[in-house]
């Protein structure tokens, strides 16, 4: 297969059981030597996080370095204006996401939590990562055609269309190896892999070494389900349907109270033809760490309100010390700035250490 197609069979059912396999045999790695590996991933500093992000991610995020893996977290901010105007109120959003980390458990001691523009040599990466990619494999990207037609005809703008490679750099500059993601983003890691694989054979290596300068990182696929909005539609801020971590308990509990049911009384846990009831199922089965079918079949005939009424405890329990920490860590703006300032000044002295050696495997040594 030419790597031209790879891009686009990244989504395909065959490369998507590879992923798994992939991933399977990556767990087992990190159960017998976690140290191994280096994790990167991050978010967009666009509203407040959600169940959504804490079911599909920070929840995973938090266990692999609970087992000894080495966590760095990009908060996207060049990310923003991709598919928008202006950046809002980004200060703003950039802190209540670093304190979101901190509060679901992420350890400021095992984790670098950085910020896309204050890191100047990874954005530098851009330009001989752009050199090694051609226009079609951009255009081709399922996952930007997606988001493209997701901003209503909006003109596709260059960093949109260029947003995977800038990721790269994301990944490739602290030389991450492991990405734990959802199955939306596998091109992009495919991306990646492909760029850190050109790069070797364009630009060779640093003088006097034969070690490559990029690692080929691999996607570690989060399993878990992903989680609905609470009227069935993809959750998302700009629909009202998520429930934010930093939301009070009443407002978890208004939020379920309205939550879209159907009209079959009794309770079953089926997602192809029930999606609203099963996704409630879902959450609280998440959150009780239970069985999903079994806990369907014990509410069985209470109906929808048994259901909305064990959705509400078991979420407000498990979001109660999450949101007790976040209000510690709100109290005291000064320690997440500090959090930020700290990740940025490793983030980039290891940025500024690969731009070196890319420098050096480019001749550019003046
Ligand atoms: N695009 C990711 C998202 O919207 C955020 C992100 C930015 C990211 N850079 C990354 C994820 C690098 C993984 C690796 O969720």
Redesign the pocket.
């Known amino acids: 297969m030419g790597v031209e197609e790879s891009l686009e069979q990244a989504t395909s059912d065959a490369s998507l059981r590879h992923a798994l396999e992939v991933s399977n045999k990556i767990e087992q790695k990190i159960a017998e030597d976690p140290s191994e590996f280096r994790v990167?991933?991050?978010?967009?500093p666009t509203g407040n996080l959600h169940l959504g992000h804490y079911f599909g991610s920070l929840r995973n995020r938090v266990t692999l370095q609970r087992r000894g893996v080495e966590t760095w977290l990009?908060i996207?901010d060049f990310?923003v204006i991709t598919d928008r105007d202006g950046t809002g109120p980004l200060t703003e959003r950039v802190h209540s996401l670093a304190t979101d980390y901190l509060a679901v458990g992420l350890d400021p001691e095992k984790s670098v939590i950085f910020t896309h523009s204050a890191i100047p040599a990874l954005n530098e990466l851009m330009l001989p990562f752009l050199s090694v990619v051609t226009d079609s494999e951009l255009y081709r990207n399922p996952t930007v055609k997606a988001e493209h037609e997701a901003t209503g005809g909006r003109p596709m703008s260059g960093l949109l269309l260029t947003y995977p490679v800038h990721?790269a750099a994301?990944?490739l500059f602290c030389k991450a190896n492991l990405?734990p993601?959802g199955k939306d983003?596998l091109p992009h890691l495919e991306q990646a892999r492909v760029i850190a694989d050109r790069f070797e054979a364009r630009y060779g290596h640093p003088a006097g070494t034969d070690e490559p300068v990029f690692p080929r990182p691999q996607a570690l696929l989060s399993g878990g389900a992903s989680i609905l909005g609470l009227d069935g539609q993809k959750m998302s801020k700009s629909r009202g349907n998520t429930i934010e971590l930093k939301m009070t308990a009443d407002e978890t509990a208004k939020r379920l109270k309205k939550a879209v049911t159907d009209s079959e009384r009794h309770i079953t846990y089926d997602p192809e033809n029930r999606p609203e009831v099963s996704n409630l199922v879902l959450m609280t089965a998440f959150a009780l760490d239970r069985d999903p079918v079994e806990l369907a079949e014990e509410i069985g005939d209470g109906g929808s309100g048994t259901l909305k009424k064990m959705a509400t405890e078991a979420l407000n329990e498990m979001l109660a010390p999450i949101r007790a920490r976040r209000a510690e860590l709100e109290a005291d703006p000064g320690y997440i700035e500090g959090i930020i300032k700290r990740g940025n000044e490793i983030a980039n002295e290891r940025a500024n250490e690969t731009l070196r050696e890319v420098r050096a495997a480019m001749n550019m040594n003046y």
């Open positions: 990167l991933t991050g978010d967009r990009v996207a990310q990721q994301d990944i990405v993601v983003q």
